[in-house]
T-cell receptor
Framework: GDSVTQMEGPVTLSEEAFLTINCTYT??????LFWYVQYPGEGLQLLLK?????DKGSNKGFEATYRKETTSFHLEKGSVQVSDSAVYFC????????????FGKGTKLTVNP | DGGITQSPKYLFRKEGQNVTLSCEQN?????MYWYRQDPGQGLRLIYY???????QKGDIAEGYSVSREKKESFPLTVTSAQKNPTAFYLC???????????FGPGTRLTVL
């Protein structure tokens, strides 16, 4: 079945460091791909998305490119801030017409000043 | 403002009691979802509903029940049959035919 694998956390960086959080997926067909962010004690918010191969999603300095050849959707940011500290989830749209999402387990990011 | 509300934010219950978590949305979305979140396990789908008066089991439906009598509302009941009910519960919704899910703020349930 469809699945998402994210890099294990936690990830700890200093402010202004470069961030990469790896995400690879297994799916039939051509899923849409998403990154969600969860701040402490809150629900998830959509960070960015890509709906077809080679699309680049971007928002708030974060970027991710839909790579079909490597089945990947890695999240990157050139210079992280303390306010980026959160848990990041990669997700894909499940096949079968149910409009469900399949989520990775999440990667906790802590940015220190 | 349109959005999803979940209440209460924190809920405490004694073991053996059923408890109902509220989820309301005013986004006019057709589909609604309930997830359970435990540390290190990501989100696991409990139930989802694509239209009023219809719902399907997700991956971990045992010990839970739902209803969808109105488009705006999708309450989740955690029954006494759920062996480990202490968790963070998230409700979400989507427009029909779309995958982007909008999430509520969550309810943290603690069973004592």
């Amino acid at each position: 079945g469809d699945s998402v694998t994210q890099m294990e956390g936690p990830v700890t960086l200093s402010e202004e460091a470069f961030l990469t959080i790896n995400c690879t997926y297994t799916a039939t067909g051509y899923p849409s791909l998403f990154w969600y962010v969860q701040y402490p004690g809150e629900g998830l918010q959509l960070l960015l998305k890509a709906t077809k191969a080679d699309d680049k999603g971007s928002n708030k300095g974060f970027e991710a490119t839909y790579r079909k050849e490597t089945t990947s959707f890695h999240l990157e940011k050139g210079s992280v801030q303390v306010s980026d500290s959160a848990v990041y989830f990669c997700a894909l749209s499940a096949q079968g017409g149910s409009e469900k999402l399949v989520f990775g387990k999440g990667t906790k990011l802590t940015v220190n000043p | 403002d349109g959005g999803i509300t979940q209440s209460p934010k924190y809920l405490f219950r004694k073991e053996g009691q059923n408890v109902t978590l509220s989820c309301e949305q005013n986004l006019n979305h057709d589909a609604m979802y309930w997830y359970r979140q435990d540390p290190g396990q990501g989100l696991r789908l409990i139930y989802y509903s694509q239209i009023v008066n219809d719902f399907q089991k997700g991956d971990i439906a045992e010990g839970y029940s739902v209803s969808r009598e109105k488009k705006e509302s999708f309450p989740l009941t955690v029954t006494s049959a759920q062996k480990n009910p202490t968790a963070f519960y998230l409700c979400a919704s989507t427009r029909g035919g779309e995958f982007e899910q909008f999430f509520g703020p969550g309810t943290r349930l603690t069973v004592l």
